[in-house]
């Protein structure tokens, strides 16, 4: 294994097995997205096979189909805890990305998330059966596994590996807890939450060296599918596009991004109306 | 093959294998984390945004993006801008958090963290500095040497970053002059000789105009030494861990019963060295001793060892009760064990660190309460003064304490390992500071510590397991320990809890202390020496845990003190603490002296069945 790839993975691991130590009622956001699956796998490093936390996704209901069907299935498969939320007011009330692309990821995916992972929403969660059904009790969620990488945007690199939100969700850039070497911060005052990032130290090339070296099921909206297009980033189907790409394989795809010089997230829309879109959302509690 | 000519790579003509070959190349490449330290407005932004164009490694959004905000903002593009990617931080033209961004040489890819300047930011600069294997250090040309660049510089060598390149800046302010050049040298080598520091070398630079960064300085044609580009590539890896003892902290211990594993995996992440399957191991603090049945691994080939740095699991051929906060080792090379420690430390709380205080102590994975002793000395960073009569450290102040853990811990010093060396200390909430151990105290205890170890190196065990036991019998051994004054209600309890347990089917035993006073004590009797007897009673206990006894011990004649020799002979894995009445200590259950005996004897065995001493039977 070359040497990064396996530092990043122990250092994920550690983070992983940190959080699950400390706090009781934790779960991790699974986008179902490259960076979110590769974290959901570390999971299964970190605890010898197992998913000992509930996936948390948030249904925004303009999800490229695939991606759901490939969320069901492999929760199946693995023997997920899967829970997902949803805006339902706003969703009723016809919220779509015509209204502004920042109200709309507003409405459905960071108020939606913040009110799933508080439990003040009704939660769905995938019974013994496969199939969904609403927890009668849902309980907030004082620790949130996140899947953020530090290159991904300028505000994702300040970001620590155990990150407070207060009440509000918000966070603080300003104040953040110092982290010496592996202790962090897993105290936290009542009413208060941490966010965990065990791939804060991952580049989007680490993420797909890592699928190719550990074989990850990862959805094929990556790849090309034979219309010389692919994904680079997943999200709602309104507002990401493709790329034009004849990548079939995480081995092409490495080697395509040797060689762009192109931003990640270009293809998606959100971040092209506002510099500080992503700030913003993510001072909201966007991930 | 297929040409690669989508628009998002913006290379034709080159072929897929081609650039698949490049790409398994380049990962291959070696990694490095560096950090970059000084006082507020040296340049270390200005630095970075450098380093990243010159090397090309800004991602084509990025550069556009950054001009584009100051286009509308009416301001002058600079480089310090490509990093300050937050709002609030251009609104303050400081560089609030270590953010961190990707270069890459000739040589090796780096990490970059832009570890802040001001003052209140030290913290940032710390989480920066924690996680990188070298720094470069600013000082501006034109101010010289300032509090932070000495602040910096001693933290760096607290953390334990050992190569340290120093950057004299702005030198186009100064007008290239080699004499201020070499002041500075002058003047900042001499402090860094004060904290054991040896910087690797000076360069003389201009971040701005790009002088000896990338490129070499035509002004400063009498500098013969390398660029900070040359000089990076000149810092080395660490040596390798995985020569070192074995140093394995035990990070967690997973059943996963419910999904049908049966396996007990001891997770963590090994410190140092390296363990193999059929490997004798011993955990401190509770010297427990096992051997290595396997090393687990999901997705992974069978492996018989593993080595520092990796995440492992391991399982036990015998089946000992170990817990978080243990440092397994091998027989022949332990970490200390104690108390009482003498440490080095950086506080950043809000609150100052107070003598006498109490702070919650996090070393490798082990947890515990611990109480300033002392203060020995305290040095400010601002004038370079060491004041050794204080009762508080304050906030950005270096000091060296001593501290005293509530249960022992097991570390190292820091010449020898790093990572079982360093600590943090928690205030209420927040991590307020963290250091290093310089040393190892003895503490009251340490006799008795040294007893209970060899005697369970040398214990002589039978054919029957302590596992073959808790198997039978349905719970592991623990000494139940009810501590409080005379009259509170002790003896009801103690009496009421073995009668519960007995009824549920636990093997217990009352082990009163005048009992043992009366037989095992006979030739004590005349002296009454105390420490004597203490000693005993906790031997007599071991005896019946090690039989795999659930034993309730109740007796007004031992104090507080004592009750810290007994968990120190039998081992804190092995206790579970309950008083009654006033002045708890650190025990792990309290109950008013008011309680009635039953509610608090089944709150007893609720405990013991949560913290898994007991498995639950139908009732």
Redesign the interface.
């Known amino acids: 294994m ?6 990043l ?2 250092q994920s ?2 983070i992983l ?2 959080a ?2 400390h706090f009781k009622s934790l779960c991790m956001l699974w986008s179902i997205g490259k960076d979110s699956t590769v974290m959901l796998w570390l999971a ?7 998913v ?1 936390m509930p996936l948390v996704h948030i249904d925004t209901s303009y999800k490229i189909p695939s991606m759901i069907s490939y969320r069901d299935d492999l929760a199946r498969r693995w ?1 997920l805890t899967m829970v997902v939320g949803q805006n339902r007011a706003a969703l009723a009330d016809g919220m779509n990305h015509t209204r502004g692309r920042l109200t709309c990821c507003s409405a459905l995916k960071t108020e939606a998330l913040r009110r799933t992972l508080d439990g003040t929403w009704p939660r769905l969660v995938m019974n013994a059966a496969g199939q969904y059904e609403e927890d009668p009790a849902p309980e907030p969620f004082t620790g949130v596994i996140v899947g953020a990488r ?2 991904e ?3 994702r ?2 970001e ?1 590996y155990f990150s407070p939100r207060d009440k509000n969700n918000d966070w603080d ?2 104040d ?8 962090f ?1 897993t ?3 009542p009413g208060t939450h941490v966010r965990v990032h065990p791939l ?2 991952w ?1 989007e ?1 680490n993420i797909w ?1 890592y699928i190719e070296r ?1 074989n990850i099921p990862i959805i094929d909206l990556y790849f090309d599918r034979g219309e ?1 297009t692919r994904y ?1 980033s997943l999200g709602c189907e309104p507002c990401t596009g493709c ?4 990548a079939t394989t995480p ?2 795809i ?11 997230r ?1 293809g998606r829309a959100q971040d092209q109306e506002d ?2 879109a992503m ?1 913003k959302l993510r001072r909201e509690g966007y991930m | 093959m ?1 040409a ?1 000519t ?6 034709e003509g ?1 072929t ?1 294998a081609d ?2 070959e ?2 398994a190349l ?6 490095m984390n560096i950090v970059i330290v000084g006082h507020v407005d040296h340049g270390k932004s200005t630095l970075v945004g450098r380093l990243l164009a010159d090397t090309e490694s800004f ?4 550069l556009e ?1 950054v001009r ?2 100051c286009a509308r903002q009416g301001k002058q593009f600079e480089y310090a801008f490509l990093l300050d ?4 931080e251009q609104d303050q033209g400081i560089t ?7 270069f890459k040489t000739a040589a090796r ?1 780096y ?1 970059i963290i832009d570890a802040p300047g001001h003052i209140e930011f030290l ?2 600069m ?2 920066g500095a ?2 990188a294997e070298a720094a470069l250090l600013l000082i501006d040309a034109h101010e010289g040497v300032r509090e932070n660049s000495r602040r910096h510089g001693y933290v760096l060598g607290l ?1 334990g970053i050992r190569q340290v390149t120093v950057l004299v800046n702005k030198m186009d302010l100064v007008g290239c002059d080699q004499a201020v050049f070499d002041r500075i040298e002058a003047e900042y080598r001499a402090f860094l000789a004060e904290c054991r520091m040896v910087p690797q070398r000076f360069i003389p630079i201009s971040a701005r105009d790009g002088d000896n960064v990338a490129h070499r300085s035509a002004r400063m044609g009498w500098y013969k030494g390398p660029t900070v580009l040359e000089a990076v590539d000149l810092f080395r890896k660490a040596p390798k861990r995985e020569n070192q003892p074995l140093r394995f902290p035990v ?2 211990v ?1 059943k ?1 019963n419910r ?1 049908g ?1 049966e ?1 007990r ?1 001891v ?1 963590g ?1 090994i410190a140092a060295g390296r363990v193999a399957v059929g490997d004798q191991v011993v955990f401190s603090p509770s010297n427990k001793l096992s051997t290595v049945a396997s090393i ?4 992974a080939p069978t492996a018989t060892a593993a080595e520092a ?3 492992v ?1 391991i399982t036990l051929t015998e089946q000992i009760f170990v817990q ?1 906060g243990e440092l397994c080792s091998h027989l022949d090379d332990r970490p200390q064990v104690s108390t009482r420690f003498r440490a080095n430390l950086v506080w ?1 709380g809000r609150k100052p660190l107070a003598l006498g205080g109490e702070y ?1 102590l ?1 070393l490798a994975t082990c947890e515990t309460n611990v109480r300033v002793a002392e203060i020995q000395s305290v040095l400010d960073a601002s004038d370079l003064t060491t004041d050794k009569a204080r009762t508080e450290v304050r906030r950005h102040e270096v000091a060296e304490v001593v501290l005293e853990a509530k249960r022992p811990v097991a570390f190292d010093l820091v010449e020898r390992f790093e ?1 079982t060396a ?3 200390l ?1 205030d ?4 307020a500071g ?1 250091g290093i151990i310089l040393e190892g105290l003895a503490d009251a205890l340490a006799p008795l510590r040294e007893e209970a170890r060899s005697r369970d190196f040398e214990w002589v065990e039978g054919h029957v397991t302590q596992r073959d036991r808790a198997e039978r019998f349905g719970h592991e051994p623990v000494l139940v320990l009810l501590t409080g004054n005379a009259g509170v209600g002790k003896a009801a309890i103690a009496r009421r809890l073995e009668r519960m347990l007995f009824d549920r089917g636990d093997a217990v035993y009352l082990l009163d202390g005048r009992n043992v006073y009366l037989g095992v004590d006979r030739d004590l009797a005349a002296s009454m020496n105390k420490a004597e007897m203490v000693r005993r009673y906790a031997e007599v206990a071991y005896l019946f845990l090690d039989a795999g006894q659930i034993v309730v011990s109740t007796s007004n004649t031992f104090a507080l003190a004592d009750h810290a020799a007994i968990r120190t002979l039998i081992g804190a894995n092995h206790v579970l603490h309950v008083h009654v009445g006033e002045e708890p200590g650190d025990a792990d259950i309290v109950f008013d002296e008011a309680v009635e005996a039953e509610g608090a004897a089944r709150e007893i065995v609720t405990h013991l069945a949560q913290e898994g001493w007991l498995v639950n039977r139908p009732d």
């Not at chain 2, 380049?26 to 990694?31: I, N, T, Y």
């Open positions: 070359s040497d990064h790839l396996r530092e993975e122990n691991v550690y097995r940190e699950y130590k299964r490093k970190a605890f010898f096979g197992h000992p023997g530090a290159d945007e300028g505000s690199s300040k620590r850039v300003a953040q807890p110092p982290e010496f070497w592996n202790q911060k105290d936290f005052a804060l130290d580049t090339i060296e550990e010389g680079r790329i034009r790409s004849t081995t092409d490495i080697a395509e991004l040797k060689r762009t010089t192109t931003a990640e270009a510099p500080h700030e | 297929t690669v989508s628009e998002s790579t913006g290379v080159t897929a650039a698949r490049e790409a380049a990962s291959l490449r070696e990694k991602p084509e959004g990025k993006k584009a905000i990617a937050l709002e609030a609030i958090d270590s953010a961190r961004v990707f890819d990490i913290k940032n710390i989480s924690a996680r953390l990070q967690d997973y996963f999904a594993d396996r995996i997770a992440r687990e691994a999901f997705n740095p990796d995440c699991g978080r950043l919650k996090k990572n360093r600590f943090v928690v209420q909430y927040d991590v963290g």
